[in-house]
């Protein structure tokens, strides 16, 4: 047990069944036996206080936001713009203004591929502008979200897709960075911590080599906000996103953090309400950043409830709730290769890993097996996990993938290996 942060501030030993009688969900039964839910890198379930603040916007505060002047209109703008407060210290961005909601990471990582393809024809933008010659970089590692935007920015304006490899335990090809990252350059944009293979980036390392080429960084933190502490100075990129529902959140909101100078410059990317400074039959001018980038209503509970999962994350601690992973990733590295046939498809070790496992058994497909184990009340993912070319570099269709959070309990994991255990020799 490690000595961490309770969620009064005060030092204590974690207490998982504390943290777990704040999610009502965890108390279900699933086939007759007690949900055992290890499916977080997919969407994390979410605590009452959440689920309340969503549900008291709309029956005490709710109107549409920055255009009414009633009183339900100041007090939803009131609330949305204090969330904006809350996710721009808990990211430790130097503005608030830093801070533009979207829908979910993928809309941030599509937002700012469309509007470095909307730079070839706006005034100040020239550092966006994207042709033949110039590369973009991701890795092999990417999710679908933050691949697949990239390729389309390149197909619009004839710049070149590159990515860094994988070696074969589930890490970039460290010798390639520097290759890969050259002076033809223009952005990078890289996950933190995979969730096909769980690993963790050198993020340090990779940002450095972008900016020593004069390339946009960017940071894909879907996986990472809600287990490592996110401070976006630190870190050091141009841009961090990351996703609600994955910390905790309400599905429908997303954020995008990036340099002020740089959201600035950049044109919009979809246009419509409240994001411009002055409309004519003959042209538009923008608002300043964030609002340029937030087009229409934007989805007001779900940001107002994204805050209150970011204080639910902060009571708990996330230096506390990482250490609690480290544990859980530790115990389950050590037991799921005792599973007869079960092969691991990522790093084997806890070093730069995160408590996401994927892995292989022998003889069972992996929907199988992710059927028969919600048959023992137990939930995981399987498929490619929206990153198909990381089943494609391991040789695999597909693989089966439990992933871990705050609530997770050592014994979850022991149900797991016993029920692939059993899953196991129903097939043998
Ligand atoms: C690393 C990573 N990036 C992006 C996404 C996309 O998230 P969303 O569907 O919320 O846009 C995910 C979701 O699984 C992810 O794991």
Same mark, same amino acid.
């Given at each position: 047990m490690t000595a961490v942060t309770d969620l009064s501030g005060a +030092?204590?030993?974690?207490d998982v069944d504390r943290v777990r009688? #704040?999610?009502?969900?965890?108390g279900r039964e699933i086939h007759g036996r007690p949900l055992v839910y290890l499916d977080s890198a997919n969407s994390a379930q979410k605590p009452q206080v959440v689920i309340d603040a969503e549900a008291d916007l709309y029956a005490h505060h709710y109107a549409n936001v920055?255009?009414?002047? +009633?009183t339900l209109g100041s007090e939803a703008t009131n609330a949305f713009e204090a969330a904006r407060d809350t996710v721009a210290a808990f990211l430790n961005?130097? @503005?608030? #203004?830093?801070v533009v909601f979207t829908k979910n990471i993928s809309e941030a990582l599509n937002l700012l591929a469309y509007s470095f393809s909307n730079?070839?024809?706006?005034? &100040?933008a020239e550092r966006f502008r994207l042709g033949p010659g110039d590369e973009i970089v991701v890795t092999e590692m990417e999710h679908h979200s933050n691949l697949v935007p990239w390729q389309l920015l390149a197909q619009r304006t004839g710049a070149t897709f590159r990515w860094i490899p994988l070696d074969d335990e589930g890490r970039?090809? @460290?010798?390639a960075i520097d290759e890969v990252i !050259?002076?033809?350059?223009k952005v990078v944009s890289f996950v933190y911590? @995979? !969730?096909?293979? =769980?690993t963790i980036n050198p993020v340090a390392r990779l940002v450095a080599r972008a900016r020593e080429v004069g390339a946009i960084s960017i940071v894909d933190a879907a996986q990472a906000a809600p287990h490592l502490p996110l401070d976006v100075q630190e870190i050091g990129a141009d841009f961090v996103a990351f996703t609600g529902h994955k910390l905790y959140g309400p599905t429908g909101v997303g954020v995008l953090w990036g340099r002020y100078d740089l959201l600035a410059a950049m044109p919009p990317f979809l246009g419509g309400g409240?994001?411009?400074?002055t409309v004519d039959m003959t042209g538009t001018t923008y608002a300043a950043p964030p609002h340029r980038f937030?087009? =229409?209503?934007?989805a007001i509970a779900q940001v107002v409830a994204l805050a209150t999962a970011v204080e639910w994350v902060q009571g708990v601690g996330l230096d506390a709730i990482h250490a609690h992973e480290v544990a859980l990733l530790e115990h389950a590295l050590e037991v799921l290769?005792?599973?007869? &046939?079960l092969h691991i498809? &990522?790093?084997?070790?806890?070093? #730069?890993? &995160?408590a996401t496992i994927s892995f292989t058994l022998d003889g069972v497909h992996p929907h199988d097996v992710a059927q028969l184990l919600d048959e023992r009340g137990i939930a995981v993912r399987a498929g +490619? +996990?929206?990153?198909r070319p990381v089943c494609v570099r391991y040789g695999v269709a597909a693989t089966t993938r439990a992933s871990f959070a705050a609530y997770t309990t050592l014994g979850e994991i022991d149900a797991l290996v016993a029920g692939l255990r059993e899953v196991g020799e129903m097939f043998r």
């Open positions: +030092h204590a030993v974690y009688k #704040d999610f009502p969900i965890l920055a255009r009414a002047v +009633h961005a130097p @503005s608030r #203004d830093e730079a070839s024809t706006f005034p &100040g970039l090809v @460290s010798a !050259n002076e033809r350059t911590q @995979s !969730n096909a293979l =769980g409240e994001m411009i400074e937030e087009a =229409g209503t934007p290769p005792t599973v007869e &046939g498809v &990522g790093p084997t070790t806890a070093v #730069d890993r &995160g +490619h +996990h929206c990153a």
